[in-house]
């Protein structure tokens, strides 16, 4: 005969398990850990350090995201790490519609503190990376809203 009490059937959920703290505790685990995981994945693709990678990859999508309309940046952002987006509101965006591909290596560069030619290897390497982290059909429509130069800069393979 199984017990009545619901605290000795171990089939059934404890109670501390299921209340809304304790899945917002284990929500915000799984996405600190997806975040490292993407941080450090991006570091290994690039060479980067922890922190530089982390540091590139704010430079780059908040950059990208100037030149993205606001309903593009959300379903961008929902694709991606929750501490990734949290770090990204932080970052001051200044919109400029026409935006080029120099314009952007150069906010790259002035925001990650590198030099216009690593910011360019830069971005090729996030967006790269990026790209292999969202949705076939995300990636179509960040391309679309991109001007030329710059969907060429989304495009390139990282340099090796």
């Known amino acids: 005969m199984r017990p009545t009490n619901h605290e000795q059937d171990p089939g059934f959920p404890h109670p501390s398990r299921s209340t809304p703290e304790a899945r917002a505790e284990r929500h915000a685990s799984r996405a600190g850990t997806t ?35 606001i309903r593009e940046v959300c379903t961008l952002e929902a694709q991606l790490p929750r501490r990734l987006d949290e770090l990204l509101a932080f970052v001051p965006l200044n919109g400029l519609p026409a935006m080029d591909r120099m314009q952007f290596v150069e906010r790259v560069a002035a925001r990650a503190r590198v030099t216009y030619v690593q ?15 969202i949705s076939e059909g995300e990636i179509r429509h960040v391309e679309a809203r991109l001007p ?3 969907r060429e800069l989304w495009r390139e393979p990282p340099l090796r």
């Open 35 to 69: 975040f490292a995981r993407f941080v450090r994945n991006l570091a290994a693709t690039g060479g980067y350090t922890v922190p530089e990678a982390e540091r590139h990859a704010v430079a780059v999508i908040a950059t990208l995201e100037e030149r993205l309309p």
């Open 119 to 133: 910011a360019e290897t830069i971005s090729r390497t996030v967006f790269a990376f990026l790209r292999s982290q």
């Open 148 to 150: 030329e130069g710059l």
